[in-house]
């Protein structure tokens, strides 16, 4: 089983559209949680940090469940430059060796 | 503020030539360091990781070698590349000591294709 494990997709909505990715991870010591976001032939970009209440930063909610092991990430009013790669990345605290990437969910939001 | 650089962003090179590709991180000091490697499609595996000048470790055996000569300077080698390293490299930084964030700062990455 995958440390971490995303949907591939791709994910085509339309714009306005709300769309949720899904994560899950198989370390239950896993400490911190992140979204990051990869343009097509770009590096990654912390997007958001994700906090065992659930946070939002405008249009973008990041979920945590601990118990069942899994990150989601929810866009609203999605908008034609949210079409990204977004990675979910899972950190075992105090460990240089920390974080590890899914391999990222696709999304494309069309005209 | 503090900013990361790595270079080459392109390069072809044939099969069983040298690879070096070089990353410096300016604002910081005593940074954790690391170079990942993306395939096509694929996510980001950790090649190497660095937490102080000299002190290099390998995630996955390969024909790829590390090297950290100064505090801010990080760099990716091979002495005969392969066919499958081909890839998308990507130096990144994190703050040292003390630091239980996860974010990661990555450089533009270095796309390599091995012909």
């Given at each position: 089983?995958?440390?971490?494990e995303?949907?591939?997709?791709?994910?085509?909505?339309?714009?306005?559209?709300?769309?949720?990715?899904?994560?899950?991870?198989?370390?239950?010591?896993?400490?911190?949680?992140?979204?990051?976001?990869?343009?097509?032939?770009?590096?990654?970009?912390?997007?958001?940090?994700?906090?065992?209440?659930?946070?939002?930063?405008?249009?973008?909610?990041?979920?945590?469940?601990?118990?069942?092991?899994?990150?989601?990430?929810?866009?609203?009013?999605?908008?034609?430059?949210?079409?990204?790669?977004?990675?979910?990345v899972?950190?075992?605290?105090?460990?240089a060796?920390?974080?590890?990437?899914?391999?990222?969910?696709?999304?494309?939001?069309?005209? | 503020?503090?900013?990361?650089?790595?270079?080459?962003?392109?390069?072809?090179?044939?099969?069983g030539?040298?690879?070096?590709?070089?990353?410096?991180?300016?604002?910081?000091?005593?940074?954790?360091?690391?170079?990942?490697?993306?395939?096509?499609?694929?996510?980001?595996?950790?090649?190497?990781?660095?937490?102080g000048?000299?002190?290099?470790?390998?995630?996955?055996?390969?024909?790829?070698?590390?090297?950290?000569?100064?505090?801010?300077?990080?760099?990716?080698?091979?002495?005969?590349?392969?066919?499958s390293?081909?890839?998308?490299?990507?130096?990144?930084?994190?703050?040292?000591?003390?630091?239980?964030?996860?974010?990661?700062?990555?450089?533009?990455?270095?796309r390599?294709?091995?012909?």
């Amino acid at each position: 089983r995958k440390e971490v494990e995303q949907d591939p997709g791709p994910f085509n909505v339309p714009e306005g559209a709300t769309v949720a990715f899904n994560c899950t991870y198989s370390n239950s010591a896993s400490q911190s949680f992140f979204w990051y976001r990869q343009d097509c032939r770009k590096e990654p970009k912390l997007l958001m940090s994700v906090y065992s209440s659930g946070n939002e930063d405008g249009r973008f909610t990041a979920q945590l469940n601990r118990a069942s092991q899994y990150i989601s990430l929810l866009i609203r009013d999605s908008k034609l430059s949210d079409s990204a790669t977004y990675l979910c990345v899972v950190s075992l605290s105090g460990s240089a060796r920390q974080l590890t990437f899914g391999s990222g969910t696709q999304l494309t939001v069309l005209p | 503020s503090q900013t990361i650089h790595q270079w080459p962003a392109t390069l072809v090179q044939p099969v069983g030539s040298p690879l070096s590709l070089e990353c410096t991180v300016e604002g910081t000091s005593n940074p954790n360091l690391y170079w990942y490697r993306q395939a096509a499609g694929r996510g980001l595996q950790l090649l190497f990781y660095s937490v102080g000048i000299g002190q290099i470790s390998s995630e996955v055996p390969q024909n790829l070698s590390a090297s950290r000569p100064q505090d801010r300077q990080f760099i990716l080698s091979s002495k005969k590349l392969l066919l499958s390293d081909s890839g998308f490299y990507l130096c990144a930084w994190r703050p040292g000591l003390a630091s239980n964030t996860g974010e990661l700062f990555f450089g533009e990455g270095s796309r390599l294709t091995v012909l």
